[in-house]
């Protein structure tokens, strides 16, 4: 009998992050990366997503292997809550355990107990009787695979987070000659990234950094500050090499870079001589031209520490961007954190400093764009073809790349499919299982894992828009208001419009109260809810806002 293949994504399909693909072979499950996933605006006080995990807590028992493909959060940060419900050995090369064990400490996790299985990231080893091979890749982070598990009717190949890269140094090569011996055996089924699966053209070289500054950063008269993301260790790379070029003495802007800076020399991706080794003490004694200041963090988290930075709210007065100064923000924006790029940068130029902006059309992330992908795809010749790592539209043109490639693939064996729906493979052939696995999203608040609500979601979102606290006494016998009313506002409207919607709220509020004190057995509850709607109706036409509005009904004799 041939072996029994069912495929489902737990993450990672019709969205950016949180990747998880639960590969089941005969029952043995392989899970290929656990990640995270940023929170939206949507989502406030959440600090990660991570997978829903129900199928693999309910079948822990056969669950063989996780097998970590990078060091990203994005890739492996999910794992650090799903394991204790779920445990297996964990399979990833020395630089991604280290980069979960930092990511561990940052979230406080105890990891001391997880079985890690450290291999070379390209390599040949067997798992539960079954062949995994990891092959080397280049992405921004060292010591990137892509995988490929055997099975009778051919090998399961996932590859994310790739660029097709030649003429890197070793720990960011793409490894053509390993993937090129997988490719002498059957592919059953190829899954790739789809993020940049509208975009022509090679990703490789536009991600390089350095061809974009380096003339700047080496005629810069003063200061430099540098923007970079903290998971694109490649660039920062580039950075401290021009630094240590230029004799610069690199300096964190805080402990979240400095612990960047840390984790990647304890991997080995960089090396910083003590002669350009610098510290926050240092800003006032050094000569201007002879200082880097590097900044870094995740996503809009970056933006909104470079806007307190240049509008001087930031909490370190020892850092003032100058005029002399020049800033390269090496961190374009995603659809995601537009807004708070456009503030910080416009913040930035306020300065007066030298600016230069590095945007997203000459500087890519290290993904794959189509000839990229068409690489794979020409090279593996895959039966069956599942886009992943995108939202739907990269998905759907992933899939249709593969159409256009002339190799077989169409309609019937290319598969565009979101979280939880199941691809079953078997001698008959692959099909579209309808009834989906448990998925979806689990949010961490602090230490606390899917324990926050839709409903605390949305309350946290009307308190984002500011609250509206209403305060009144009655008395029980005399069935009238014995004191106030009192309208207190806080943060959702101007000082000078508060007057006029203070007035209003308290003329309804009273209205109301006065209304069903009328009636004969009024309720409490049913106050405190007329005067929430109708308060609220009121405020909302008054200044498009939805604020929480909380009234505070008190009844004595």
């Given at each position: 009998m041939s072996d029994k293949i069912r495929i489902v994504g737990l993450g990672g399909l019709d969205e950016e992050g949180k990747e998880c693909t639960v590969v089941e072979i005969n029952g043995d499950i392989f899970v290929v990366n656990c990640g995270i996933r940023e929170p939206d605006r949507t989502m406030p006080g959440i600090d990660y997503v991570i997978p829903r995990y129900d199928y693999l807590e309910e079948n822990k028992d056969r669950v063989k292997a996780y097998f970590l493909l990078h060091g990203h959060d994005d890739a492996m940060g999910g794992l650090l809550f799903v394991y204790e419900k779920a445990p297996a050995p964990i399979y990833c090369s020395k630089v991604t355990k280290t980069m979960v064990e930092n990511f561990a400490r940052h979230i406080g996790k105890d990891i001391s107990k997880f079985e890690f299985v450290l291999v070379p990231p390209t390599s040949s080893f067997v798992v539960a009787k079954r062949k995994i091979r990891?092959?080397?890749?280049?992405?921004?982070?060292?010591?990137?695979?892509?995988?490929?598990?055997?099975?009778?009717?051919?090998?399961?190949?996932?590859?994310?987070?790739?660029?097709?890269?030649?003429?890197?140094?070793?720990?960011?090569?793409?490894?053509?000659?390993?993937?090129?011996?997988?490719?002498?055996?059957?592919?059953?089924?190829?899954?790739?990234?789809?993020?940049?699966?509208?975009?022509?053209?090679?990703?490789?070289?536009?991600?390089?950094?350095?061809?974009?500054i380096a003339q700047n950063f080496k005629s810069a008269p003063g200061r430099i500050f540098v923007s970079v993301f903290s998971n694109n260790f490649f660039n920062v790379g580039e950075v401290i090499n021009l630094a240590i070029e230029n004799k610069k003495k690199i300096i964190p802007y805080d402990d979240l870079t400095l612990d960047m800076l840390e984790t990647m020399e304890k991997s080995g991706q960089i090396s910083i001589p003590n002669s350009c080794r610098g510290s926050l003490d240092d800003v006032l004694r050094l000569r201007d031209q002879d200082i880097l200041i590097l900044i870094s963090a995740f996503g809009g988290k970056l933006f909104r520490k470079i806007a307190l930075l240049a509008s001087g709210e930031n909490e370190d007065k020892?850092?003032?961007?100058?005029?002399?100064?020049?800033?390269?923000?090496?961190?374009?924006?995603?659809?995601?954190?537009?807004?708070?790029?456009?503030?910080?940068?416009?913040?930035?130029?306020?300065?007066?400093?030298?600016?230069?902006?590095?945007?997203?059309?000459?500087?890519?992330?290290?993904?794959?764009?189509?000839?990229?992908?068409?690489?794979?795809?020409?090279?593996l010749r895959p039966k069956y073809y599942l886009p992943v790592r995108g939202f739907y539209?990269?998905?759907?043109?992933?899939?249709?790349?593969?159409?256009?490639?002339?190799?077989?693939?169409?309609?019937?064996?290319?598969?565009?499919?979101?979280?939880?729906?199941?691809?079953?493979?078997?001698?008959?052939?692959?099909?579209?299982?309808?009834?989906?696995?448990?998925?979806?999203?689990?949010?961490?608040?602090?230490?606390?894992?899917?324990?926050?609500?839709?409903?605390?979601?949305?309350?946290?979102?009307?308190?984002?828009?500011g609250?509206?606290?209403?305060?009144?006494?009655?008395?029980?016998?005399?069935?009238?208001?014995?004191?106030?009313?009192?309208?207190?506002?806080?943060g959702f409207v101007y000082a000078k419009d508060a007057e006029l919607i203070q007035r209003d709220a308290s003329k309804i509020f009273v209205a109301t109260v006065n209304d069903f004190l009328a009636q004969d057995g009024y309720r409490l509850e049913e106050i405190r809810q007329t005067v929430y709607e109708r308060c609220l109706r009121a405020i909302r036409r008054q200044t498009g806002k939805e604020p929480m509005v909380l009234p505070l009904i008190i009844e004595v004799a």
């Open positions: 990891f092959f080397h890749t280049s992405h921004n982070v060292a010591d990137s695979s892509g995988i490929a598990l055997s099975t009778d009717q051919g090998n399961i190949v996932y590859c994310s987070d790739f660029v097709v890269e030649n003429t890197a140094t070793p720990s960011f090569l793409f490894d053509t000659r390993a993937l090129g011996r997988i490719a002498e055996e059957p592919t059953l089924i190829l899954m790739t990234e789809s993020l940049y699966a509208n975009r022509p053209g090679y990703t490789a070289p536009n991600y390089r950094l350095t061809p974009l020892r850092i003032k961007i100058k005029p002399e100064d020049t800033f390269f923000w090496a961190s374009p924006s995603d659809d995601n954190t537009e807004l708070e790029y456009t503030d910080a940068i416009d913040e930035t130029y306020r300065t007066g400093c030298k600016v230069f902006n590095i945007n997203k059309k000459s500087f890519l992330r290290m993904h794959a764009s189509q000839e990229d992908i068409k690489t794979l795809i020409s090279l539209k990269d998905l759907l043109a992933n899939g249709m790349l593969a159409l256009s490639m002339g190799v077989g693939l169409n309609h019937s064996n290319v598969f565009v499919v979101e979280n939880g729906a199941s691809i079953l493979i078997d001698s008959s052939g692959a099909r579209v299982f309808d009834e989906k696995i448990p998925h979806g999203d689990l949010m961490i608040d602090g230490s606390g894992v899917g324990d926050v609500s839709e409903q605390v979601l949305e309350d946290r979102q009307e308190l984002s828009e609250v509206v606290i209403l305060a009144v006494t009655v008395s029980r016998s005399k069935k009238k208001i014995v004191a106030g009313p009192d309208v207190q506002m806080r």
